[in-house]
């Protein structure tokens, strides 16, 4: 096992972490402000995939760029559907709250499958296939960009909540929901405007992953799940956490596929999620409540 | 009739029902009740955990798989029969569940957080099964299918018939369990948990326990779900068994049906998986022959019934039936 | 094996006149020809399997028309979705039989048809797989259950003794093959099949360097691919389904890994559309060794030209595979139908036993059921991709093309 293998597979590691970091943002951001399990979240990735796939096969749209548009679409669909349909349930018991997005999860799967078939789509922008040579370092061209992208998105979203009034606001509903409302604070336009927050970072992460993997309609639960483990190893409702625990992930799964077998690296997510649960719920970079 | 009397009587009148059925419903609707029955009953053991304990799983598969793998595995390999292969697969599962209980209670863990845990394990379990060489792998254990019109029910070979009334058995069985549970002293505290943990302490009330007590026993219950499964079924794929979309089929029919109520699971079960099968039959009616929209339509029901009755069928069905008594 | 008796007209109109009482109770009864015959068609058109679901569905559709003209036989499908789910396809089954079924053909996937051969084997109702790999479904003694697709293991010893003829006709005797796999049910049967039959067949010049197994549901194959990259071994050794294929052959690209090649012994993804569109000129030169159709059969004209009819946007070629072997499920039934004079499940039961089909879509000797109801000498070709489409390489008599191998990229070690 040479130390070139090695170190190519951590900086793999590393850059897919980032990218899954990016794509458990949102869910982070859901999460931790409205409290809301968002078992739909690999869908709406799936479907930003999709608009993703199609602006490039109309419009030759890099996916980069396509993501601004997508993320904005997006933030619109997120809040028409935290005011409209969730809403209600925010204080609704869990089991409830997992049968709505399990039942918009199906429905979303559905229509895709209606809509496009069950073939798999793809983008083929001409720079996908490169890579950087270092010494004997081979690093993937696409992927930098999307962890790249990743950075810069978590930055933003970062910024917005320490910085602006709006993102305080938004961390007071999440802190002391009462508090927020005596405060007059309008917390079912915070609550909705953080769903499209998240709902954004999901479509900018689902145009950078069009860049690695095909989309199908069939993609979303795995996601989702994947998107649970790292909040939760995380740390929840922490945007660098997000990333931190993508990249923790990304990295064990990679070592683990390299020394034991690939086919098992799936389990030490799990085991890891078990034992962040365990011994430290609010995750790497949580704080307790 | 006050609701004391109709109860037995209504009772009655479905039992008898039941018992009835193979008798006048041809080949396919008797697959629909067996299919029907088998949600009922894995949603009535599920409903232990949630609806009487407060805990929710979302991993279990878990003990559907294990009971299954366990009763297989000594039939396959030993020629074991599956009424001896239950206690393994119950003692399989009651260390399974209590492992499960006693890392998250100990630990403190509930809520969303206890349900990510169970999905957890059910991933890391599903995962680990493609590992284990000697029980099939992903390729999958196939139990060896015998002579179908005899019945044998010490293996449980037999016809379609025969799984038919074990199911209902075993539902029946479950309902009964159940019942007397919730009028025991289980029943009462966990009903206290279930409404207030920290108060239920502050009264005494060991919540670690009880807690504990209801994760075992849902586990247990379920792993005779898991036998019946791989005797019906005869092949088995870690795959498809421990599967998450598997543990979600189980949890539906007692949201939709009612949570915490003895009838709701069994209700809400029935009701799902007739739903399921009539869309079928209505698509292909009408020669909506497309992929996929059967699941729209299923999904969008499931929506309504999530959103406008929150608590349930069964709750404001009793109601109307003048079944209703105080909680 | 002596012809079945055929059946006098008085049976053959009780038979008649019993199913259509039986047909009044159902449901959604309507009258019935006797002349036709009803086949259940059971594949998963949606959620995880889709997509070759799907494909086969276009064989079956295809298929009452071409046989009409070929054995003058009416054929009325009756389609259901198993939605890639146990539960799901043994109810369908169920109600398809109510529904008056009166062959079932089905299911590509091993669980599923497994399901559905106990139901037909329970109802007395004959079932003719289409496509599915796994052993068991013909070696549990049933009389209703037919196969016209290789076993796992038929599958190996077809895909590796066709990679020993490959490199005989390209005079290339590479020693040292890397392995990847996926871990599911396929790869793990094509693995024990490769790792029993490999040390035996002394003609193959190569042994396995590294075997590495992969999730099936994996998005990321780097490590895997780094691994493969540093055994050092002269080729890839592959048995992948379509989206792992898609991006193994991308992530070789990415971190500049040109073997000699890529070859599978037969497994899906590399024959699919999607490979060749998502990898474009990457794809050029893949090798895969699957159970195929002859491109030179007279009845694979014919049911070429009726698919593009149907579907002018989709190429056969990638569709060949699933709707040749659909296809052929629904002739076993019709011509046991026209031989049998009944739709007496029983009669095509003892019908289709008897069958002995010497022209055919698929690559093998004629159909005809072993006592297991299994058909032997389904063969595999050796079909490699070039110019942009997969073309028949090996076995010469069916071949399109000449196989190049090694890919014109190596540079040697």
């Known amino acids: ?289 | 009739m006050s609701p004391r009397a109709r109860v037995p009587l209504l009772l009655a009148a479905l039992a008898a029902a039941l018992l009835a059925l193979p008798h006048v419903a041809g080949s396919y609707v008797l697959s629909v009740a067996t299919l029907a029955l088998y949600f009922a009953f894995t949603g009535q053991a599920w409903n232990v955990m949630m609806g009487f304990a407060g805990q929710l799983s979302l991993g279990h598969s878990l003990y559907v798989g294990l009971g299954a793998y366990a009763a297989a595995a000594l039939f396959v390999k030993f020629g074991i029969g599956p009424w001896a292969g239950i206690w393994l697969a119950m003692a399989v599962c009651v260390a399974a569940g209590a492992a499960i209980g006693l890392l998250a209670f100990r630990f403190g863990i509930s809520g969303v957080y206890f349900a990510l845990l169970t999905i957890a394990f059910a991933e890391f379990t599903r995962i680990g099964f493609d590992h284990i060489g000697w029980l099939g792998g992903p390729g999958g254990l196939f139990l060896k299918v015998g002579q179908r019109t005899s019945i044998d029910l010490a293996n449980l070979r037999g016809t379609p018939t025969m799984f038919y009334y074990v199911m209902l058995a075993l539902t029946a069985g479950a309902f009964a369990l159940c019942a007397w549970l919730l009028r025991s002293r289980a029943g009462y505290y966990w009903q206290a948990i279930r409404e207030d943990e920290d108060a239920a302490r502050a009264l005494g009330i060991n919540t670690f326990r009880w807690k504990l007590l209801a994760v075992t026993i849902s586990a247990a219950m379920t792993s005779f779900a898991g036998v019946f499964f791989a005797f019906y079924y005869n092949n088995l794929f870690p795959e498809q068994i421990f599967h998450i979309s598997q543990s979600i089929e189980i949890i539906l029919g007692p949201i939709v049906g009612g949570v915490g109520s003895l009838f709701g699971p069994i209700l809400g079960a029935v009701l799902l998986t007739t739903l399921a099968d009539s869309l079928n039959n209505l698509m292909s009616a009408m020669g909506w022959d497309v992929p996929g929209i059967k699941q729209v339509f299923y999904g969008v029901i499931l929506l309504l019934v999530v959103m406008f009755l929150p608590n349930g069928i069964w709750p404001p069905l009793a109601k109307r039936l003048g079944l209703e008594r105080k909680a | 094996m002596t012809q079945p008796k055929r059946i006098s007209r008085r049976q053959f109109n009780a038979a008649v006149a019993g199913l259509g009482a039986a047909s009044a109770l159902a449901p959604f009864g309507i009258a019935r020809a006797a002349g036709k015959l009803k086949v259940g068609v059971l594949l998963p058109r949606s959620s995880y399997e889709a997509l070759i679901g799907q494909s086969c569905q276009l064989g079956a559709d295809l298929a009452p028309a071409v046989l009409k003209s070929m054995l003058g036989v009416d054929i009325e499908l009756m389609n259901a979705d198993t939605e890639s789910n146990v539960n799901t396809a043994r109810t369908r089954a169920e109600r398809l039989i109510q529904e008056g079924a009166h062959v079932l053909v089905g299911a590509f996937d091993s669980g599923q048809t497994a399901a559905i051969a106990q139901v037909a084997e329970q109802r007395g109702v004959p079932l003719v797989v289409n496509i599915a790999a796994a052993p068991q479904i013909t070696e549990q003694g049933y009389k209703f259950v037919f196969r016209n697709f290789p076993t796992a293991g038929e599958l190996v010893k077809n895909g590796l003794s066709l990679i020993g003829d490959l490199f005989q006709a390209t005079h290339v005797a590479p020693r040292k093959a890397v392995y990847m796999h996926v871990n599911d049910t396929f790869g793990q049967a094509m693995t024990r099949g490769i790792n029993a039959l490999l040390p035996r067949l002394t003609q193959l010049p190569f042994k396995i360097v590294d075997t590495i197994g992969y999730d099936p549901a994996a998005k990321d194959l780097s490590v895997e691919v780094s691994k493969a990259k540093a055994a050092n071994a002269d080729f890839l050794l592959l048995v992948s389904r379509l989206n792992d294929s898609i991006v193994l052959r991308r992530e070789m690209v990415k971190q500049r890994w040109h073997p000699m090649g890529l070859i599978s012994p037969g497994s899906p993804g590399l024959y699919e559309e999607q490979f060749s569109k998502s990898t474009g000129k990457y794809a050029e030169y893949c090798i895969v060794n699957p159970p195929w159709y002859n491109p030179k059969a007279e009845l694979t004209g014919v049911v070429e030209a009726a698919f593009q009819k149907r579907n002018p946007k989709e190429k056969f070629v990638y569709h060949g595979l699933n709707v040749g072997y659909t296809f052929e499920a629904i002739m076993i039934a019709a011509d046991a139908f026209k031989r049998a004079g009944s739709t007496d499940p029983k009669a095509l039961a003892d019908a289709i036993r008897a069958t002995d089909i010497q022209k055919r879509v698929m690559l093998g000797g004629p159909i005809k059921f072993n006592p297991k109801g299994q058909v032997d000498g389904n063969q595999s070709a050796c079909v490699e991709i070039l110019r942009g489409r997969p073309r028949v390489v090996l076995p010469e008599y069916a071949a399109e093309a000449k196989p190049v191998f090694p890919w014109p990229e190596y540079k040697g070690a």
């Open chain 1, 1 to 289: 096992m040479s130390a070139t293998l090695v170190a190519n597979v951590v900086i793999s590691g590393v850059l897919t972490g980032l990218l899954y970091g990016l794509m458990a943002l949102g869910l982070s951001v859901i999460f931790g402000v409205v409290r809301v399990v968002n078992f739909a979240h690999g869908e709406m990735m799936t479907i930003a995939m999709y608009a993703a796939v199609l602006l490039f096969g109309a419009f030759r749209l890099d996916p980069i760029l396509a993501a601004l548009p997508v993320a904005a679409l997006f933030f619109a669909i997120g809040y028409a559907l935290q005011a409209g349909l969730i809403n209600p349930f925010i204080t609704r018991p869990e089991h409830s709250q997992f049968i709505l997005l399990v039942a918009v999860a199906t429905i979303l799967t559905n229509v895709m499958l209606m809509v496009f078939g069950p073939d798999a789509r793809s983008v083929q922008t001409d720079y996908q296939l490169d890579s950087w040579a270092i010494g004997q370092i081979i690093v993937d061209k696409a992927r930098v960009y999307a962890a790249l992208c990743a950075l810069a998105t978590t930055a933003g979203l970062f910024a917005f909540f320490r910085f602006s009034r709006t993102g305080t606001a938004i961390r007071a509903c999440a802190d002391n929901h009462l508090g927020a409302r005596i405060v007059g604070l309008d917390v079912k336009h915070l609550y909705a405007l953080t769903f499209g927050l998240g709902a954004a970072c999901v479509a900018i992460a689902g145009c950078m992953m069009t860049l690695l993997v095909e989309v199908a309609p069939s993609l979303g639960p795995s996601y989702t799940l994947l998107g649970f483990v790292i909040v939760i190893v995380g740390g929840l409702g922490s945007m660098p956490g997000a990333l931190l625990g993508g990249v923790l992930i990304g990295v064990s799964e990679a070592l683990a596929g390299l020394f034991i077998d690939p086919s098992a690296k799936s389990m030490i997510s799990f085991a890891l999620l078990i034992v962040v649960l365990l011994f430290r719920p609010q995750g790497l970079l949580g704080r307790t409540t």
